[in-house]
């Protein structure tokens, strides 16, 4: 059965053209796998050349979920919209390997619950982001902003995910596991820190390494980093500006830009769905979205979902 990946064309900045563009980027030189885009069927013929059009399946769809939209609504409603038929595609059919969307984080969170479902106990999944590490690997930060408040149990699960994902994207061994705090004393820290320590380090099933400070995020001292996701969207959005900073000082050299622009390298991870979502920047551009869905084909190969479904176990 030939795999396939679909992809919500609507939602982002400058959708649905320049992610049907993207998507047909994609598909240049490799014949591993089509798409399924969803979205306005006249947009996506229009966009597509006969070459690209032979390998995209079209499920048409004129509604789309905007950021102006209440996430709830996603619980029962907006069955329209490109983003719900896209979740309910990859749920019920077997040669959808995973799905790309630039739409509404929010809503998009709401939605793989409701729509495709998580693994285990989860409550509601992890979003993570893979970012380039000094030694010239990555590193998964997780969680970088979906759950603001979350328990010590929450944290555990991230880490399994976490490093699920680095086994699979990255092919690391044993990931090593960071826990971000204030000191790499044990010990120090919240309340909620210190407990997520002891049942970490209590946990077979997770190679954990203590605690890390911010410092030593891109370090390439843990290849998984574990936090609330409020600290991890303020550490992922401040690296991002530094990098910006940096590169602006120095004339813009193509290098620190790459090194620091994760928007344009790929997407975020839903961790915990049953089936493989990134997420891309709403900003996201050609190159971002063809990132995207080739980082989904690469989780697939590396068999993600069995690597997460067996630490979830």
């Known amino acids: ?14 959708a649905p053209e320049v992610i049907a563009r993207g998507a047909a980027m994609a598909l240049k030189d490799q014949d591993e796998y089509d798409l399924v885009l969803v979205g306005p069927e006249g947009v996506i013929k229009a966009t597509l050349d006969d070459a690209a059009q032979a390998r995209v399946e079209i499920i048409n769809a004129d509604e789309a979920v905007t950021n102006y939209d209440d996430p709830r609504e996603m619980i029962k409603g907006r069955n329209g919209t490109s983003m719900v038929k896209a979740l309910d595609a990859l749920k019920a059919r077997e040669d959808i390997a995973g799905m790309v969307s630039a739409g509404s984080t929010g809503c998009l969170m709401v939605g793989s619950i409701f ?15 893979a970012l380039y590490s000094i ?19 929450d944290m555990v699960a991230w880490a399994r995910m976490g490093s699920a994902f680095m086994e699979a994207m990255n092919g690391v061994d044993s990931p090593k596991v960071g826990l971000v705090n204030v000191g790499r004393e044990k010990g120090k820290g919240t309340d909620l820190v210190k407990e997520a320590y002891e049942a970490l380090e209590q946990d077979e099933g997770i190679n954990f390494i203590g605690n890390i400070e911010g ?15 409020f600290t991890g969207n303020v550490l992922l959005k401040n690296m991002e500006a530094c990098g910006l900073i940096a590169a602006r000082m120095m004339g813009d050299p193509e290098n620190v830009v790459k090194f620091f622009d994760y928007n344009s390298q790929g997407g975020a991870t839903f961790l915990g ?19 995207c869905i080739n980082q989904v084909w690469k989780m697939e190969k590396g068999g993600f979902t069995e690597k997460l479904a067996a630490r979830m176990s």
């Open 215 to 229: 410092n030593d995020c891109l370090m390439g001292i843990a290849d998984v980093i574990v936090c609330d996701g």
């Open 135 to 153: 030694n010239g690997g990555y590193v998964c930060l997780v969680d970088c902003g979906a759950n603001i408040n979350c328990k010590v149990k």
């Open 115 to 129: 729509h495709l479902g998580l693994m285990g106990k989860l409550l509601q999944p992890a979003l993570s982001s």
């Open 273 to 291: 769905t049953r089936k493989i979502i990134v997420k891309a920047h709403g900003a996201a551009n050609e190159s971002t979205i063809s990132a």
């Open 1 to 14: 059965m030939r795999k396939k990946i679909i992809v919500d064309i609507c939602g982002a900045d400058a």
